[in-house]
T-cell receptor
Framework: GEDVEQSLFLSVREGDSSVINCTYTDSSSTYLYWYKQEPGAGLQLLTYIFSNMDMKQDQRLTVLLNKKDKHLSLRIADTQTGDSAIYFCAESGRYSSASKIIFGSGTRLSIRP | ETGVTQSPTHLIKTRGQQVTLRCSSQSGHNTVSWYQQALGQGPQFIFQYYREEENGRGNFPPRFSGLQFPNYSSELNVNALELDDSALYLC?????????????FGSGTRLTVV
């Protein structure tokens, strides 16, 4: 079945890079996403990557996709206190006629001074 | 700033009761999806509506039902509430099928069943 797994916690020093890792099981995934959720808020799409791409860079964010190993990572350069949040890895494809998104359990990123 | 509005923001219900959660989508978004996010978990797909018809469903029982209206609003109804229904319920709207990151999520309704 479809499954997305990621580590639960990550702590980094302010100014360092953060790397959040994720693995997924569905080889038919079309899109892979990273969402950010701050306390009391909904989900904010940070970035996404097509399954036929290896890398995508967007300002401080770099997404790496290893399709062979079904491994996705998100690197946040120069991590700031405002980056503290829960980060969800997610994937979607076409299931029947609905584009549902399968989410991981989220990685809580905390920033230490 | 999100264009999807959910109401109420918080709700407390008693086991066995029924609840209706509401979502107002962005104008022009003809697809709405509902997700349940239990504490400490990622969101799980409940169902999706496209042009007022259910267009896909996750692993949720029939007591979870929905409606979508022509004015881009929608409802999630849950009958016979159980304690495990306590969660954050998220509405996401999109244009057409919503792929390529086209979903806009609301801030959610936190439902507590006691």
């Amino acid at each position: 079945g479809e499954d997305v797994e990621q580590s639960l916690f990550l702590s980094v020093r302010e100014g360092d890079s953060s790397v959040i890792n994720c693995t997924y099981t569905d080889s038919s995934s079309t899109y892979l996403y990273w969402y950010k959720q701050e306390p009391g808020a909904g989900l904010q799409l940070l970035t996404y990557i097509f399954s036929n791409m290896d890398m995508k860079q967007d300002q401080r964010l770099t997404v790496l996709l290893n399709k062979k190993d079904k491994h996705l990572s998100l690197r946040i350069a120069d991590t700031q206190t405002g980056d503290s949040a829960i980060y969800f890895c997610a994937e979607s494809g076409r299931y029947s006629s609905a584009s549902k998104i399968i989410f991981g359990s989220g990685t809580r990123l905390s920033i230490r001074p | 700033e999100t264009g999807v509005t959910q109401s109420p923001t918080h709700l407390i219900k008693t086991r066995g009761q029924q609840v209706t959660l509401r979502c107002s989508s962005q104008s022009g978004h003809n697809t709405v999806s509902w997700y349940q996010q239990a504490l400490g978990q990622g969101p799980q797909f409940i169902f999706q509506y496209y042009r007022e018809e259910e267009n896909g469903r996750g692993n949720f029982p029939p007591r979870f039902s929905g409606l979508q209206f022509p004015n881009y609003s929608s409802e999630l109804n849950v009958n016979a509430l159980e304690l495990d229904d306590s969660a954050l319920y998220l509405c996401a709207s999109s244009r057409t099928g919503g792929e390529v990151g086209g979903y806009t999520f609301g801030s959610g309704t936190r439902l507590t069943v006691v």
